[in-house]
């Protein structure tokens, strides 16, 4: 069973950096996208930046510039260098993979159980 597990979170103060981290394991031969979704109480979840199998990347407007994704194919790992955080970053971040490609089965998609991030001002 495919599955992702984050790491990385942690409280920073603002200006900081943060980097996050998701491994998927499974007997994975491949996934189509990773991407790292935010959610803070009372609100939708929102995707922050995603990065294709080639390599293409997109982000919310809110976090240009100062995120970068990032993508190990050979480890099926993705990661979120966040800097200039700022106290609107705070939020449990998620991590999210589709087109999973397993040694059993295709899965449409995958979520991760988050990491709270908490950005101190």
């Known amino acids: 069973q495919a599955q992702l597990v984050e790491s990385g979170g942690g409280l920073v103060q603002a200006g900081g950096s943060l980097r996050l981290s998701c491994a998927a394991s499974g007997s994975i031969f491949s996934i189509n996208v990773m991407d790292w979704y935010r959610q803070t109480p009372g609100k939708q979840r929102e995707l922050v930046a995603a990065?294709?199998?080639?390599?293409?990347?997109s982000y919310a407007d809110s976090v240009k510039g100062r995120f970068t994704i990032s993508r190990d194919i050979a480890k099926n790992t993705v990661y979120l260098q966040m800097n200039s955080l700022k106290p609107e970053d705070t939020a449990v971040y998620y991590c999210?993979?589709?087109?999973?490609?397993?040694?059993?089965?295709?899965?449409?998609?995958?979520w991760g159980q988050g990491t709270l991030v908490t950005v101190s001002s």
């Open positions: 999210h993979a589709t087109g999973v490609v397993t040694i059993r089965r295709y899965v449409d998609e995958v």
């Open positions: 990065i294709t199998q080639s390599g293409i990347t």
